[in-house]
Every structure is written in structure tokens, then in C-alpha cells.
């Protein structure tokens, strides 16, 4: 019966580097009981994605963007922030909007509950085209003071 031996650094087959066999998977068929390919290149590899750094923590979990939202795990953080002001889970024909129209601006103040309905996305389409209009004004306002100045 073969021993096997134990070691603490290993050479990756793939991309040549010396690293901790912690970077390694464990391969029983091996001498050394570790994979021939670190699991960076295993990932790469296998066209594994090497997941990204949660952009901050809230409340201890990982906040990911979620479409264009904040969310927590499944959950948008808006709806959390809703919910904890009304004191209740939010029913499913509820949905929160911004009233600013800044999605990623989730202050209590900020947000209204209201029903699902078309009259929603009649006011969702106005306030997108509100701001179309406004970033189009400012243009607008740049190209008279260039004009103006000449």
C-alpha cells in the first residue's frame, strides 16, 4: 500500500504558480491527495464566473445589485425598508415606488406603498420620461451659454 505524502504548497499544471494546497480541490487517485489544477483554473476552466465582493454589507448580509435595485439575498432592500415602516409584510399586489424616481434612493421618506396597477406604470413611464425631458433641458441650457458666449 502506497503512503501518502503531505504538503502545504503545490504547482498548479495550468498556470505554473506555486500555491497553498487550500487553493486545491482533493483528488483521492492522486499521490499528493490534491487535483493537478488549482480551482481558480478549474473555474476558468469550466467557464466558472469567480464570484465578485458583495458591494457592501447591510445589516451583515452580502447587498447585490438586483436589475437596477439593492437587494439582500431575494429581497429588494426597498421593500424590507417599506415593510419594517408600515409594520407589516408587504401583500403581493403592493409594490413600493421612489418618489424622486432615484431607485437606489431607499430613505423611509422615499418611498410609497401603493397598489399594482396600470395607473402605476402610467406614473413609471411619466416620471422616465420627466427625467428624458430634464437631462435634455440641461443640454439644451449648455448649448445657449456656448452660443451666447461666442
Known sequence: ?????KVSHKRCSRCKKNK??????????????YNFYCKDC???KRGHKKRKPPLWLWEGKRVHMS?????????RIHRIIAER???????????VHHLNG????????????LPRSIDNIAIDRLLKEMKKLEEE???LKKLLEISVKR
Open 1 to 5: 500500500m502506497q503512503t501518502k505524502c
Open 20 to 33: 497553498p494546497v487550500t487553493e486545491f480541490s482533493h483528488d483521492r487517485s492522486s499521490k499528493d491527495n
Open 42 to 44: 478549474v473555474r476558468e
Open 67 to 75: 436589475g437596477s435595485y439593492w437587494a439582500v439575498t431575494k429581497k
Open 85 to 95: 415602516k408600515l409594520g407589516r409584510k408587504l401583500k403581493k399586489y403592493e409594490c
Open 102 to 113: 432615484d431607485k437606489l434612493d431607499n430613505r423611509p421618506e422615499n418611498l410609497e406603498v
Open 137 to 139: 433641458n440641461t443640454k
